[in-house]
């Protein structure tokens, strides 16, 4: 703990960059629970979180089963007047639905459309996944049509979600 202390320190002089490099460490490392320590110290010490920041934090959140502080990381980035990408709104579908929140997952989905923030493979994927976790063939099969309409590529896990999501509703037609 007092090594961390130091450390910490130490990155303060680097500025965000410094911050960035241990927080995406500590993402590497599995230690989430130091990122979001890091990620909690930068504002007090002065230290301005940007989008790769708030990415770091969320894929560290995601990678460890911690669906609800990702998401709550993601809603802070308003806040803080950061802008979200696709890699940050990726990472939030992608650990709701690794938890089986597909309530969740389809919110932040939704929430990345609406604030015309480009969708990707695996943001597509994962909540097609998510849909299918929950049982709904029925958002999973739009999903996945909507994806095709907007030439969004699809790949193996994503047509393999959508049609689990159909033969565990034994919908095939």
């Known amino acids: 703990l007092q090594l961390f202390s130091v450390m910490t320190r130490q990155i303060l002089e680097l500025g965000v960059t410094g911050f960035n490099a241990a927080v995406s460490a500590c993402e590497k ?8 320590e890091l990620f909690s110290s930068m504002e007090p ?3 301005h979180w940007d989008t790769f920041t708030f990415s770091a934090v ?3 959140c995601e990678k460890h089963g911690e669906w609800q502080k990702a998401v709550q990381v993601l809603s802070g980035m308003t ?3 950061v802008e979200p990408n696709t890699i940050t709104f990726s990472s939030a579908v992608s650990a709701c639905e ?3 929140e597909w309530e969740t997952a389809l919110c932040v989905f939704c929430v990345m459309a609406q604030r015309r923030i480009e969708s990707n493979t695996i943001s597509c994927s994962a ?9 709904k063939w029925e958002n999973a099969m739009l999903l996945l049509s909507k994806m095709l309409q907007n030439r969004v590529e699809a790949n193996r896990v994503t047509f393999s979600a959508a049609l689990s999501a159909c033969e565990k509703s034994a ?3």
Do not use: F, Y
């Open 98 to 100: 690794k938890a089986g």
């Open 29 to 36: 490392a599995g230690e989430w629970e130091r990122a979001l």
């Open 45 to 47: 010490s002065n230290v």
């Open 79 to 81: 806040c803080s007047k």
């Open 127 to 135: 909540t097609i996944s998510a849909c299918e976790k929950g049982g």
């Open 171 to 173: 919908e095939w037609e």
């Open 58 to 60: 969320i894929s560290a």
